[in-house]
């Protein structure tokens, strides 16, 4: 790993720590898993900083691997949509976003904004974790007509996401893993060595 990326995921755990992203306790994720703890992507974009820098680390994600290939960008409700409306911006990409469920009103449409045939395009979300609402984001793209070979995500919980998706033909990319992050908050002394297993333990890959 370059001494840039590891510097930058050291910034993004005291992101996660000032703005109280990562919490402990039970939780019930939204695959139906529980955890003992839980990564909140959502209050990111309250702090204007924070927000700031961790555009910065899904920018270089994109536009290293992904940006001259994909003619548009989808960001995933709710979390997904933030980071994907500043980053379609940025970028000069078109912004689609898939809803969870179809509208019905208007055009009944899963998907809002304009997909042609044969358009490719980049899904982005904020956690992945078994991977599903990517899965099911890529299954709607897919179905009216958008090519998806690739999601970005900021975090990888390393809980099947990256497999579950390699299946339907998506590879998943990410900023960091747990793992890594765990590691340096353990490092950091600001988690306990109770509270790294109880992430490491979680992680499958």
């Not at 139906?32 to 680390?57: K, N």
Request: with cysteine.
């Amino acid at each position: 790993m370059s001494q840039g990326k590891s510097s930058s995921e050291h910034e993004f755990c005291d992101v996660l720590l000032r703005t109280g992203s990562l919490k402990f306790g039970t939780f019930k994720l939204a695959s139906g898993i529980l955890s003992s703890y839980y990564v909140d992507l959502r209050l990111i974009p309250s702090d204007p900083e924070a927000f700031r820098r961790v555009i910065g680390y899904y920018r270089s994600k994109v536009e290293a691997k992904l940006a001259k290939n994909v003619q548009r960008l989808a960001g995933i409700p709710t979390a997904g949509i933030a980071y994907a409306a500043v980053l379609a911006f940025e970028l000069s990409k078109p912004l689609l976003y898939v809803r969870k469920e179809q509208k019905e009103h208007g055009r009944e449409r899963r998907i809002e904004g304009l997909l042609k045939p044969g358009d490719r395009v980049l899904v982005l979300d904020d956690v992945a974790t078994t991977g599903k609402n990517i899965v099911e984001a890529t299954q709607v793209i897919r179905g009216e007509g958008g090519v998806v070979e690739d999601a970005v995500v900021l975090l990888d919980r390393q809980q099947g996401g990256g497999e579950n998706l390699k299946k339907i033909g998506v590879n998943l990319h990410s900023f960091s893993s747990m793992q890594r992050i765990a590691d340096k908050l353990l490092a950091m002394g600001t988690i306990s060595d109770e509270q790294y297993q109880d992430i490491v333990g979680q992680a499958v890959g």
